[in-house]
Every structure is written in C-alpha cells, then in structure tokens.
C-alpha cells in the first residue's frame, strides 16, 4: 500500500506565500511522476502543477511566474512554493502521485487527503 501525506496549507494574506510539501510512503519502485491539484468550493478539481521523473516541471497558466515545484527523490517528497498568492489561489490542495509498486508493474495512481490554502484579500 502507498500513502500521501500532505502538510503546509494554513492562512496568508494575499501577497503572502506558503510551502506545501507532500510525502509518499509504502511500498514504492519507482515514480514516474508527482505532483500538485486544487478544487474551490462548486469547482472541478484542476492541475496546479506537476514534475516528473526527468525533473521536466508543467503548470497552470494561472500560477505561472508565481508557484514553483519541486523534489526530493531520496524522500519521495514534492513541494510547491506559492508566492504572491491571491484570493483566487483559496481551495484545498491535493498532491498526486504516478508510480510503480514494488513487485507489481502496472502503474498506479494514488491521492493525498487534501490540504486547505485560504488567502484572505
């Protein structure tokens, strides 16, 4: 089994900036790719960012210039820096995760719980 566990959400003024960091444990080959997703309220969930195992990073045109991911392969960790935050910015954020089990091929893909980000105006 494989878990993600997801930290760093809270509140920030909008301006402000906040770090979200995600950690996948269990039993783990290889990842082919992680990364960040966000829902609002009455909102489908849309791609924030996302790196994979090239390090080759793509993102939202509404975080361009302003969010930045990254990794730690040696900690199975991906991170998103979130600066110059707006009000728009506010939802739960879920980190994602594309990998290989060890002992099984397929490729699997499996979710954090989600984080809460609220940037007040």
């Known amino acids: 089994q494989v878990q993600l566990v997801e930290s760093g959400g809270g509140l920030v003024q909008a301006g402000g900036s906040l770090r979200l960091s995600c950690a996948a444990s269990?039993?783990?080959?290889?990842?082919?790719?992680m990364g960040w997703y966000r829902q609002a309220p009455g909102k489908e969930r849309e791609l924030v960012a996302t790196i994979n195992s090239a390090g080759v990073t793509n993102y939202a045109d509404s975080v361009k210039g302003r969010f930045t991911i990254s990794r730690d392969n040696a900690k199975n960790t991906v991170f998103l820096q979130m600066d110059s935050l707006k009000p728009e910015d506010t939802a739960v954020y879920y980190c994602?995760?594309?990998?290989?089990?060890?002992?099984?091929?397929?490729?699997?893909?499996?979710w954090g719980q989600g984080t809460q980000v609220t940037v007040s105006s």
């Open positions: 269990g039993s783990i080959f290889s990842i082919n790719a």
């Open positions: 994602n995760t594309v990998l290989r089990q060890t002992y099984y091929s397929a490729l699997m893909t499996y």
